[in-house]
T-cell receptor
């Protein structure tokens, strides 16, 4: 069973507009959430993270929002640029002594010039 | 630049013929992970090493083994590859278990013929 779900396999937006990538999770023990970005033929690279004690974290054009009651997080990219075109993976970390990351299937973002 | 290097990038092996995938790191991180990612699926953790301590996931088949002879290197051994083992294999490192910002290698694409 998937504990981290990215229900949109793909998303297409125009350059300069906002990209919103969504992620849902089922495990209440997750205490830390991360977004990774993956270009073709490269490994995923860490993008931004958020602790479960926060509801927002911002880093330049990237903002992650966490809604614990809904078990939902989203990644906002404003403004979107063609270089943002990649697969974005949502990941969640369990608290306690088990710190392993559980990944979603990823969402392919295409930013059109 | 400090990095995680996986060799080879592409590996073709015969059904049932043992194969070894290699991962090296120059980050001096304590933890090394192996993930399996099949097409359109989430990366799935196979096992990890914290220093010399090996931790196997409960659902990782016995067909998959790993070795970490020193801090820098980690190997994934598939004793008898089946067609279902064709996937991208990703190696990742982190400073410690609580560090969710993994550094990934570019992956090895395994084809079983």
């Amino acid at each position: 069973d998937q504990q981290v779900k990215q229900n949109s396999p793909s998303l297409s937006v125009q350059e300069g507009r906002i990209s919103i990538l969504n992620c849902d999770y089922t495990n209440s023990m997750f205490d830390y959430f991360l977004w990774y970005k993956k270009y073709p033929a490269e490994g995923p690279t860490f993008l931004i993270s958020i602790s479960s004690i926060k509801d927002k974290n911002e880093d330049g054009r990237f903002t992650v929002f966490l809604n614990k009651s809904a078990k939902h997080l989203s990644l906002h990219i404003v403004p979107s640029q063609p270089g943002d075109s990649a697969v974005y993976f949502c990941a969640a970390r369990s608290g306690g002594s088990n710190y392993k990351l559980t990944f979603g299937k990823g969402t392919l973002l295409t930013v059109n010039p | 630049d400090a990095m995680v290097i996986q060799n080879p990038r592409y590996q073709v092996t015969q059904f049932g013929k043992p194969v070894t995938l290699s991962c090296s790191q120059t980050l001096n991180h304590n933890v090394m992970y192996w993930y399996q990612q099949k097409s359109s699926q989430a990366p799935k953790l196979l096992f990890h090493y914290y220093d010399k301590d090996f931790n196997n996931e409960a659902d990782t088949p016995d067909n998959f083994q790993s070795r970490r002879p020193n801090t820098s290197f980690c190997f994934l051994d598939i004793r008898s590859p089946g067609l279902g083992d064709a996937a991208m294999y990703l190696c990742a490192t982190s400073r410690d278990m609580a560090d969710g910002g993994y550094t990934f290698g570019s992956g090895t694409r395994l084809t079983v013929v």
